[in-house]
T-cell receptor
């Protein structure tokens, strides 16, 4: 998985609780992304980062926030988890902003009960 | 809404046969990529084709791009059971920097 790890790999949490997912890379790539994958929707971009402390919203950002304090770590936070945020979350990285491939982490399966 | 739409949604073939998957998209792009996802795993990049290219090969993979029809196809020749996976197309646009928009994928099953 190209030097990308995600933690935790599985999590079950209750509605209303905060949750933070971590993505860690050892490739020193500038760009990092958080996606969610749901049946019938493919992968949808939540937030992405184009450098330390530089982030922007994706297609489905409501209810999510991100932070990137150093190159290797990109955190995704659900401030108050809802059942609609039950999903598989993938982190990805890419080297540049000009048509480069993305490398994906192994995913985090989050269940909100 | 998704930029790319794959067709068919599911495909089942015998080992040794060729598999063809199609992707259509709606707006102009500067590149189109194909990814594979094995069950329970992350996506793996297969091939990238730029908007000024018409065809690209990588091993048993052949990708075509028709920008006039806003469509791409992925051909896997001489398929193997290990090719069983979901295949996604993803499009990149000039105005989107590094961001990609993924389709919903084609589930390919190769029967031994």
């Amino acid at each position: 998985d190209a030097g990308i790890t995600q933690s935790p790999r599985h999590k079950v949490t209750e509605t209303g609780t905060p949750v933070t997912l971590r993505c860690h890379q050892t490739e020193n790539h500038r760009y990092m992304y958080w996606y969610r994958q749901d049946p019938g929707h493919g992968l949808r971009l939540i937030h992405y980062s184009y450098g330390v402390k530089d982030t922007d919203k994706g297609e489905v950002s409501d209810g999510y926030s991100v932070s990137r304090s150093k190159t290797e770590d990109f955190l995704l936070t659900l401030e108050s988890a809802t059942s609609s945020q039950t999903s598989v979350y993938f982190c990805a990285i890419s080297e540049s902003d000009r048509g480069n491939e993305q490398y994906f982490g192994p995913g985090t399966r989050l269940t909100v009960t | 809404s998704q930029q790319g739409e794959e067709d068919p949604q599911a495909l089942s073939i015998q080992e040794g046969e060729n598999a063809t998957m199609n992707c259509s998209y709606k707006t102009s792009i500067n590149n189109l990529q194909w990814y594979r996802q094995n069950s329970g795993r992350g996506l793996v990049h297969l091939i990238l084709i730029r908007s000024n290219e018409r065809e690209k090969h990588s091993g048993r993979l052949r990708v075509t791009l028709d920008t006039s029809k806003k469509s791409s196809s992925l051909l896997i020749t001489a398929s193997r059971a290990a090719d069983t996976a979901s295949y996604f197309c993803a499009t990149g646009k000039e105005t989107s920097g590094s961001r990609l928009t993924f389709g919903e994928g084609t589930q390919l099953t190769v029967n031994p």
